[in-house]
Every structure is written in structure tokens, then in C-alpha cells.
């Protein structure tokens, strides 16, 4: 093809519109930077009619009533819990500022929140009830006891906790929970701990010391719970705990300095050990009178 035939189609396609490739490119470049002008102009648009439509509702709130808030959102201090229930809302408005007050009213309690709210310096104690296989036989204790069931894709595994709570001054509270996973399950276990604390009643029932101060029981208490069966005996001062381990767990929890127990029963099975020694201290608020 000859030189002038090429200068012939390069004519006819610059009469027919058609750029050459630098210059499309060129108009490639200036696209982009149109397109976002366009955008912004769009944004800029929306923006004052979002405006526009934001203006009387804000003229209505100016003029609407503000609505009454409660004390601590007043203060500037907000909880360290928001309350849900209507005992919750007292305890935060300070209706109740003591844990006994709550419990002496026969209010039941719903929320975890209300106990560490009212008592900051709560304890807990794990009650080993699980074991495995230990070497050369016996068990060794677990925190947890893994259960299984059958399933047809296989074993199913569920883990149960015991955990009591309490303040060591008369206040003490048990709850068992089961999950699949150990932490959850112990979790669970301390807020229902918290949601079954109880008050419990000292003196000093012990004819050996008579010094009319709680550091004892006032009088001797009889507990059963499935075959464990727990009797608390008053002890002098200077005596201490003679239990054994887990059940030394809850009566220090308690708030018991001296004491006598005995168990008889299936003892090794912990859950009704806990249990029954928990019976025994609720038995104690029984009584009629001040003693």
C-alpha cells in the first residue's frame, strides 16, 4: 500500500469522528477526574437536603418537654450495671444501701448485679466435685464433672459446676450450672450463687464458752440431703472449722469461725455433701424470735 492511499484513510477517518490513539487516551485522562467532580456535587447536594429535612425536626425537639432521667444519670455517675428490675432500680435510686435490708424484705433477687453492687468484697470458692482416674488408682478431683450421653453421630459431652459465694460475715450463697465448656459452666454457676445468697444467723450455742458473740453457731442443726446427712455442732472459741475441705469452703464463706461437724452418708459424692451443709445454715433463720 502506497504512502498517499494511507494519507487518504487517515483523512477519511478524521472526517468520519474517529480520534487518533493519543488522543483518546487523552480523553481517557480528563474522564476520570469529571466523573468525581460530578460526585462530589451529588455528596454536596444530598448533604443540604438532609439539611434542610434535619431543621424542623430539630425546632420540635428544642420545643418537646425533656423527659425525667433517673438519679444516677443526673449525678454524672453511672452504674457499674444497668437494673432491669424494680428492686434493682430501688437499690441504684438508694432505697436499700445494705444486703440484709434486701434480704430481710423477702424480695426475691434476679440479677447478679444487685450482689456485687451491695457487697463489693464477695468471695468464691470452686467445689470440686469431678474426678478422673488417678495413677495407681483413686480419683483425682476436677473442678468440673464431664458427663456423657449417646448420640448417633457419636458422644455428647457436658460439663457441670458447684461454686459458692459469700462475704465471710454472714451471707453465703450456692449454685450449680452445666454448658459444654468448662469456663461457661462456672460462670454460670457463680451468677446463680449470686441469685441464691442467703443470711446466715451466729452466735455462740457452746456451753464451754458463753461469750455472746457470732463466732459460732447458736445452737446444734441437723441437715439431709439425698443419703449425705450433715449435723453443725456449737464450738468454743480457739476450736476452728473441724470439717473437711469442701465443707470448710462454704462455712468460712459463711462467715463460721468455730465448729463441730459431722457427716454420714455417701460423702464422696460432693454435690449432696454442699448441698446439705447449705441446708444446714439456711435452717438456722428458721427459728422464732432472736436468739
Known amino acids: ?52 429535612e434535619a431543621q424542623p425536626e430539630e425546632k420540635l425537639a428544642e420545643t418537646a418537654p425533656e423527659k425525667p432521667k433517673d438519679d444516677w444519670r443526673r449525678k454524672g455517675a453511672a452504674p457499674a450495671w444497668i437494673p432491669k428490675t424494680e428492686l434493682g432500680r430501688d437499690i441504684v435510686a438508694g432505697k436499700y444501701t445494705d444486703i440484709f435490708a434486701v434480704l430481710d424484705t423477702g424480695k426475691i433477687i434476679l440479677e447478679a448485679g ?20 488417678g495413677k495407681g488408682g483413686g480419683i483425682k478431683r476436677t473442678a468440673t464433672r464431664i458427663t456423657t450421653r449417646m448420640h448417633k453421630s457419636g458422644r455428647r459431652y457436658n460439663s457441670s459446676s458447684l461454686v459458692v459465694v459469700g462475704n465471710e460475715d454472714g451471707v453465703i450463697g450456692i449454685g450449680k450450672e452445666s454448658s459444654k465448656e468448662h469456663r461457661q459452666a462456672i460462670e454460670k454457676a457463680v451468677n446463680q450463687a449470686k441469685l441464691a445468697i442467703i443470711k446466715v444467723k451466729r452466735g455462740c450455742g ?40 469442701e465443707s470448710k469452703k462454704i462455712l468460712k464463706l459463711a462467715g463460721i469461725k468455730d465448729v463441730w461437724a459431722s457427716c454420714e452418708g455417701q460423702t464422696s459424692t460432693r454435690i449432696n455433701l454442699a448441698f446439705a451443709v447449705f441446708e444446714a445454715l439456711k435452717k438456722l433463720s428458721t427459728v422464732k424470735g432472736d436468739l
Request: a negative charge; aromatic letters at 4%; glycine letters at 8%.
Open 114 to 133: 444487685i450482689v456485687d453492687y451491695l457487697i463489693p468484697n464477695l468471695k468464691q470458692e470452686i467445689i470440686y466435685i469431678g474426678g478422673t482416674p
Open 206 to 245: 457452746s456451753w464451754e464458752c458463753n461469750c455472746q458473740t457470732g463466732h459460732s453457731l447458736p445452737f446444734k442443726v441437723v441437715s439431709k440431703h439425698g443419703s449425705v446427712r450433715v449435723t453443725l455442732n456449737p464450738a468454743p472459741k480457739g476450736i476452728g472449722i473441724v470439717a473437711d475441705e
Open 1 to 52: 500500500m502506497t504512502t498517499e492511499k494511507l494519507e487518504k484513510e487517515e483523512r477519511d477517518d478524521a472526517d468520519r469522528g474517529q480520534r487518533p490513539a493519543e488522543v483518546e487516551e487523552q480523553a481517557a485522562a480528563d474522564i476520570q477526574p469529571a466523573v468525581e467532580e460530578i460526585k462530589e456535587g451529588q455528596k454536596t447536594e444530598v448533604k443540604e437536603e438532609v439539611k434542610q
